[in-house]
């Protein structure tokens, strides 16, 4: 049996990840009706083994994970260098949009993060190898299949990668409360965004390396929001300015 942290869970992260063309290897199934009958098909034709198991066999290696009849595995550890990410706007004709996280270790975070990035038009994400979640099965099905289309660049050193972005004329913005209201900042250039750990976040080192910092406007009690949630609002306060802007 493949290893654990290349499974994926659930229908539609299973449908995504065959219909972005990303290798799976084995299609575990426990029925063929619904969906699962495309799914099946999909599987065929991208030459993955599927195999019919029982619904228990599922629900061991789901570990309490809404499998909805169906486990891959194959994808979810599939990486890409800082070199493809910046190949993506060129291909594309636009202007770099990049999304850093910064030790963000909640995978439900990283997966949100990764599902809005996809749908606000963004390059891809990167994450560092230490202090971060990983393309795990959570964070795959909590971006809805988005983690298969958005590509996902694992570096060794955050730092390193942000001086590589700034040699290629990309701004950093990092998302800090003692930076300028959001709505006050211009996106409108090549853009990194930086989205700091749940607890305490962007690092000293990369908050340094920031170029700009941002906030968003805290009018109650609370004062601040969870990481993708800000995220969120961060891009497409980005996609705005730039739609504005054409």
């Known amino acids: 049996m493949p290893e654990k942290e290349n499974m994926i869970i659930g229908r539609n992260p299973v449908r995504e990840a065959l219909r972005s063309g990303q290798p799976v290897d084995t299609v575990l199934m426990s029925g063929n009706g619904g969906s699962l009958k495309e799914i099946r098909e999909l599987a065929a034709q991208n030459g993955a083994v599927i195999k ?42 636009t202007k770099p949009f990049l999304i850093i996280c910064d030790e963000i270790e909640d995978p439900h975070n990283l997966g949100a993060i990764i599902r809005t990035a996809e749908t606000a038009g963004a390059d891809g994400v990167i994450i560092p190898k230490r202090r971060s979640a990983m393309l795990t099965p959570t964070v795959f099905k909590t971006s809805a299949g988005a983690a298969s289309w958005l590509p996902v660049a694992r570096v060794p050193n955050l730092a390193a990668a942000i001086d ?19 709505t006050e ?37 609370i004062t601040s929001l969870n990481a993708s949630v800000a995220a969120g609002i961060f891009m497409y306060e980005i996609v705005r300015q730039r739609t504005n802007n054409r």
């Not at 590589?164 to 959001?182: F, H, N, Q, S, V």
């Open 185 to 221: 900042t211009s996106f409108d250039g090549a853009a990194a965004l930086v989205i700091g750990s749940e607890g305490s976040g962007m690092s000293r080192l990369v908050r340094e390396k920031c170029d700009f910092l941002v906030k968003l406007p805290m009018m109650g009690k």
């Open 164 to 182: 590589r972005l700034k040699k290629e004329g990309i701004w950093i913005y990092g998302t800090d409360m003692d930076g300028t209201l959001y």
């Open 52 to 93: 019919t198991v029982t619904e228990q066999k599922l629900n061991q290696l789901a570990e309490g994970g809404a499998h909805q009849g169906v486990i891959a595995f194959g994808a979810c550890a599939s990486y890409v260098s800082l070199d493809d990410l910046l190949a993506v706007s060129e291909k594309k004709g």
